[in-house]
T-cell receptor, first 116, second 116 residues
Framework: DQQVKQNSPSLSVQEGRISILNCDYT??????FLWYKKYPAEGPTFLIS?????DKNEDGRFTVFLNKSAKHLSLHIVPSQPGDSAVYFC???????????????FGKGTLLTVNP | DVKVTQSSRYLVKRTGEKVFLECVQD?????MFWYRQDPGLGLRLIYF???????EKGDIPEGYSVSREKKERFSLILESASTNQTSMYLC???????????????FGPGTRLTVL
């Protein structure tokens, strides 16, 4: 059962425009969400995160929006640049009561292509 | 700066061979993880460790084992490599903390393993 879903395997946008990557989750215990970016033949790199107590978090060109009632989050990249072309993974975690949490649940990823 | 290294970027092995993949982190992180990434399947957790000599199965542990003798080092072992274990293997680490910053995992560059 896929608890974190990225329904679009790929997305293509023009340089300078907005890229919107979407992610849905089913587990209501998830309360912390992360986005990772991955270039071919490299490991994923952490981009941005958001806690469920917020509905928006911004870092430069990257903004993550969280809609808890819809169990949906999105990553906005404005303006998009050719160097943003990569696979983007959404991930989620649930806080264990009384201790640290270890695991992230990842979506299958969305390949973003930014055309010059 | 956060640093996770993996012993090999590319590896070619024969069916039936015993394969060792090594991962080292220099951030004094308690938690370490092994994933494999396959096209269309995203990142799947094989094993993780939350302390020296401690390990837990992830989602796809069959055919793999792990070893964590020192805090900074986490090894993935393929006891008898098979062609369906051809994949990109990714190691990650994270800090145990009561804050959510500990949920962020930092990845190594990956090992592309081909089993012939």
């Amino acid at each position: 059962d896929q608890q974190v879903k990225q329904n679009s395997p790929s997305l293509s946008v023009q340089e300078g425009r907005i890229s919107i990557l979407n992610c849905d989750y089913t587990n209501s215990m998830f309360d912390y969400f992360l986005w990772y970016k991955k270039y071919p033949a490299e490991g994923p790199t952490f981009l941005i995160s958001i806690s469920s107590i917020k509905d928006k978090n911004e870092d430069g060109r990257f903004t993550v929006f969280l809609n808890k009632s819809a169990k949906h989050l999105s990553l906005h990249i404005v303006p998009s640049q050719p160097g943003d072309s990569a696979v983007y993974f959404c991930a989620a975690s649930a806080r264990k009561s009384g201790g640290s949490n270890y695991k992230l649940t990842f979506g299958k990823g969305t390949l973003l292509t930014v055309n010059p | 700066d956060v640093k996770v290294t993996q012993s090999s970027r590319y590896l070619v092995k024969r069916t039936g061979e015993k394969v060792f993949l090594e991962c080292v982190q220099d951030m004094d992180h308690e938690n370490m993880f092994w994933y494999r990434q396959d096209p269309g399947l995203g990142l799947r957790l094989i094993y993780f460790s939350y302390d020296v000599k401690m390990k837990e199965k992830g989602d796809i542990p069959e055919g793999y084992s792990v070893s964590r003798e020192k805090k900074e080092r986490f090894s993935l072992i393929l006891e008898s490599a098979s062609t369906n274990q051809t994949s990109m293997y990714l190691c990650a680490s994270s800090l145990s903390t009561s804050g959510r910053a500990g949920d962020t995992q930092y990845f190594g560059p990956g090992t592309r393993l081909t089993v012939l």
